[in-house]
């Protein structure tokens, strides 16, 4: 039995994006198509070649308007695709790329397809504003039932208890924090993809409407509309790939109790995924030239940048203030593509890992990092966490 | 401060003793007959020793706050805001964490580590849904 690593036997070969907006005109299965296709292309394959199907989130009825699209059958269909392994994943993705290389890597895919496509923005429009969680059914299910009724109608209402808690235990300030989507903002205007780049000050960021606090407007991520699509290869096919790019390394552990509420250390958040991600290669933080790490809000990039040991627990606060380390130029350029913050709501961590793939590449235009070579990416945190490295090929 | 608007809860074989004892005002978790550990929500097993015999005890506060929210946001048409949402422990049930309403201050008023008693206000659906009440007010 190989001690081999099975990620190391894949490779993430291509990306490709929709058009990205705040509202795009054009439904969610054609831009799901519309990414497929450009992320195949980007692989140096044609859709013959792909014998694996995934995606996120998989059947039944989404909490959220917009928030399911691409039906795996109907993409399927559309794409005359035949298939060796396919999954639709409604729980447990840990990360995009997770259970596409796990297949890859026990030979039963060998090119396979993920996407996750979002119309969060139109969805949004037509219900007069970013709506309550859960509210496309009538009775909050399973964990929702502890929370919907009681108010806590929406994913900021339910993470901001943590920044609450974070803030009490570490001291970490607003204006500090601010930093995160400041900083963000100014690498989104780097991205021509972006749905924000209009320049963001502290200032600004702290007249902004509260929502849940500690949690004020630019501290959420953007609902948006967009498809972003990943193929995931054999690593012994590299020779008929464009430009793959390695998986060094990765991890999904929940340790605590999965469920918003319930997670019994609020103020630390991503520990056990961090740390069984780091076991499985010898490369170090420190090595880490680019960091994409989940925001769907602010405080979820505080919880990875600490777990991940960027810097110290209870350090992240003073770790982004100015944001000289994690803008342009910094030691760890962070959310090169803006983020969800400022980029859009593409979820799930495909926003981030197409950026870690282009970075690696060099071929992130304007925002490229000189030199990067190793990538770092991870999903959410707490009941649902994934982290990764990605390395250049 | 109403908290009728919303989105009522589904209720399950598990939950069922829960949404019952809410309505009489009565605030109650799971308690395992052979290690008596305190479990919340309820599952009908044991989340300390992994035994399937667990019956109903009540929780009676005061309780300490371990975080919160205040909510600005109307998330749904006709939802009175602002409201503050407390999640409250209680030391002499470890295990037990619920998450609920804030009354007896102003919202901005919630502090960690904060006493409360424990409560139930009229929610959603006509169930009775629990809303913690600061000690003192």
Redesign the interface.
Known sequence: MSTELFEKRVVISGVGQSRIGRQVDRSGLQLTLDAIAAAVADAGLTLDDIDGLSMFPGGGVANLPGYANGNLYEVQDALRITTTWKQGVVEGLSLPFYGAAMAVATGQARHAVIWRTVKEGSAARHTG???????T??????PL??????????P??QV???A??YM?EYGATREQLAWIPVTQRAWAALNPSAVYTKPLTVADYLDG???????SLYDCDVPCDGSTALVVSAAEAAGDLRSPVRVEAMAGVVDGRPSW??WED?GRVGYATAAAMWARTSLRPGDVDVAQLYDGFTIECVWWLEAMGFCGTGEAGAFVEGGSRIGPGGVLPLNTWGGQLSGGRLHAAFGHTAEAVRQLRGEAGARQVPGASVAAVTNVGGYEAGAALLTRW | MD?TA???????AE?SGFWAAAAQGRLVAERCTSCEAFSF?PRGACRRCRGRAMEECEITGPGVV???????????PG?AVP?G?V?VEFPACPGV?V???LRGCAP?EAR?GMAVEVGFEP???G?S???FVAVGA
């Open positions: 504003g970013r709506p309550a969680y859960g509210s059914k009538p009775a909050a299910e399973g039932a502890w929370l919907l009724p009681i108010g806590m109608l929406s900021v209402v901001a208890p943590y609450t808690r009490h409407r509260m929502i849940s606090s500690p949690i509420e319930q609020m | 908290a919303g989105i009522p809860p589904d209720v399950s939950t929500p371990y975080s919160y929210t205040v909510n600005y946001q109307a998330w749904l939802l409201f949402i999640l964490r998450a609920g309403r901005e960690i929610g959603p659906g169930f849904i629990p809303s």
